[in-house]
């Protein structure tokens, strides 16, 4: 990765001194910058932290970060178990994992009724904790635009032999590679590389959320 080179010489440290910091070895630091190899998803994180950026700017650039998505809050009405005649029906389809793909059991009779006009198309409940860097918590619901493609750094909801994930993407043709990014450092990103990509649905875009009442 050329960017941990450029920031490396921004901050006026050495290869030596990274490592030291990291914990790993200097051939380690220069097989990053190079593009031989990459850091896993914690060390990873220890870089964005250490350098003071985003792990979207670090993993795929400025023009790629995105920021978190917002909350769909509950009106008081609403908590109390009524609705508002000012709301808007979303459709339920089951749910979606945050963390192992899991079945999304799609229900055309289940509606989700709340004070919003976002522009989705569904919604998913959350299951897991992979995606609580992004605030997304497990039994959240999370609101979906149906779209066939997402920009990198979008979370999005991903089929996966006709199984449901909810994770971060970056695509990336000419390698012909797509990475789905968790936002909790105890999962480790899944990626797909050519014919493996065949598997791969996007389903549509995250553009809210809900989060549940705790």
Known sequence: ???????????????????????????????WETGRTNPDLDTAKKLAAYFSVTLDYLLAGEEFRNPTLPTVSPTD?????????NRRRYPMLGDIA???????????????DVMSDIDADFCLRAKGDSMVGAR?????????????????????????????????????????????????ARYEPF????????????????????SSVR
């Open 191 to 210: 990626v797909y590389i050519g014919l493996e990509l065949e598997e791969v649905r996007i389903l549509g875009k995250a553009v809210a959320f809900q």
């Open 77 to 85: 009405g609403e908590r109390a178990g009524f609705l508002s005649a």
């Open 98 to 112: 945050c963390g192992e793909p899991i079945f999304a059991d799609e229900d055309r009779e289940s509606f989700v």
């Open 136 to 184: 997304i918590c497990d039994g959240d619901l999370v609101f979906i635009k149906q779209v066939p493609m997402v920009e990198n750094g979008d979370i999005a909801a991903v089929i996966i032999g006709g199984e449901a994930t909810l994770k971060r993407v970056y695509y990336y043709p000419e390698r012909n590679k797509l990475v789905l990014a968790p936002e909790n």
């Open 1 to 31: 990765m050329n960017r941990i080179k450029q920031l490396r010489k921004e901050k006026g440290i050495s290869q030596v001194k990274l490592a030291e910091t990291l914990g790993v070895h200097q051939t380690a630091i220069s097989q």
